[in-house]
């Protein structure tokens, strides 16, 4: 008798630690959830704004020239661009010179400009006074490489330091990469601070060069979508 009272008073004592075990282990559960709903609640959503965006379908991406057309009689300059009347958007490019002969591989593009299309531009070479130079014979430039170019204004509105890792853009929604992959964007960290604008300059490679409606940009829950015309 005495055995059996024992044993279920033994009995009674597991049950009561299961019981007990399973209270805490739901307790802490909630705590955890509770935990996170705070943390989450006290962390304000990314918040930026896309102030403006521009496109260049017609951007000089790259001028080159092969040898024997470097021409003779040069000063270092300043080579600007003409289709027809048009300035292709103040495309501007700078070049030195080795004895009188423009150096090969030397031709810094300063603004990529923006063509009407992709007929081959008249060239207008100046000294650095913006006189057009007279040289003894003239040089002659490859056709150009074409490229399309985006660019856009961003400003982080919130009060976040967000980063451009984790900041990802499409472009109708495809070709997505993150903020830092863009070929140039302004500042060299990846830190985004609260109030700070950064300029993004995306070069499309491709070679059809269709030309894109929207640029959309994602942080967290945040996206932002605005038209390129």
Same mark, same amino acid.
Not at 52 to 68: L, W
């Given at each position: 008798?005495g &055995? /059996?009272v024992?044993?279920?008073?033994?009995?009674?004592g597991?049950?009561?630690?299961?019981?007990f075990?399973m209270?805490?282990? &739901?307790?802490?559960?909630?705590?955890a959830?509770?935990?996170? *709903?705070?943390?989450s *609640?006290s962390?304000?959503?990314?918040?930026?704004?896309?102030?403006?965006v521009?496109?260049?379908? =017609?951007?000089?991406?790259e001028?080159?020239?092969?040898?024997?057309?470097?021409?003779?009689g040069?000063?270092?300059?300043?080579?600007? &661009?003409?289709?027809?009347?048009?300035?292709c958007?103040?495309?501007s490019?700078?070049?030195?010179?080795?004895?009188g002969a423009?150096?090969?591989?030397?031709?810094?593009i300063?603004?990529?400009g923006?063509?009407?299309?992709?007929?081959?531009?008249?060239w207008?070479?100046?000294?650095?006074?913006?006189?057009?130079?007279t040289?003894?014979?003239?040089a002659?430039?490859?056709?150009?490489?074409?490229?399309?170019?985006?660019? *856009?204004?961003?400003?982080?509105q919130?009060?976040?330091t967000? /980063?451009?890792?984790?900041?990802?853009v =499409?472009y109708?929604?495809?070709?997505?990469?993150?903020?830092t992959?863009?070929?140039a964007?302004t500042?060299?960290?990846?830190?985004?601070?609260s109030?700070?604008?950064?300029?993004?300059?995306?070069?499309d490679n491709?070679?059809?060069n269709?030309?894109y409606?929207?640029?959309? =940009?994602?942080?967290?829950?945040t996206?932002?979508?605005?038209?390129?015309?």
């Amino acid at each position: 008798m005495g &055995a /059996s009272v024992g044993i279920g008073g033994l009995i009674v004592g597991i049950s009561m630690l299961v019981v007990f075990s399973m209270a805490i282990t &739901a307790l802490d559960a909630q705590v955890a959830t509770g935990l996170d *709903a705070i943390e989450s *609640a006290s962390v304000p959503d990314p918040s930026f704004t896309v102030d403006d965006v521009n496109i260049a379908q =017609f951007a000089i991406h790259e001028v080159s020239m092969t040898v024997g057309n470097q021409g003779t009689g040069y000063v270092d300059g300043i080579l600007r &661009a003409n289709v027809g009347s048009d300035e292709c958007g103040g495309f501007s490019a700078t070049f030195t010179q080795t004895a009188g002969a423009i150096d090969l591989g030397n031709v810094v593009i300063t603004n990529h400009g923006n063509c009407p299309n992709s007929n081959p531009p008249t060239w207008t070479i100046y000294d650095s006074t913006l006189s057009i130079q007279t040289p003894t014979s003239v040089a002659n430039f490859s056709t150009p490489v074409f490229r399309q170019y985006i660019y *856009a204004n961003v400003t982080n509105q919130g009060p976040l330091t967000l /980063s451009t890792d984790e900041v990802w853009v =499409f472009y109708d929604g495809e070709d997505p990469e993150t903020l830092t992959a863009s070929s140039a964007l302004t500042g060299s960290s990846t830190n985004w601070y609260s109030g700070e604008t950064r300029v993004l300059h995306w070069d499309d490679n491709l070679s059809s060069n269709t030309e894109y409606d929207r640029i959309a =940009f994602t942080a967290g829950p945040t996206t932002i979508v605005r038209a390129t015309s």
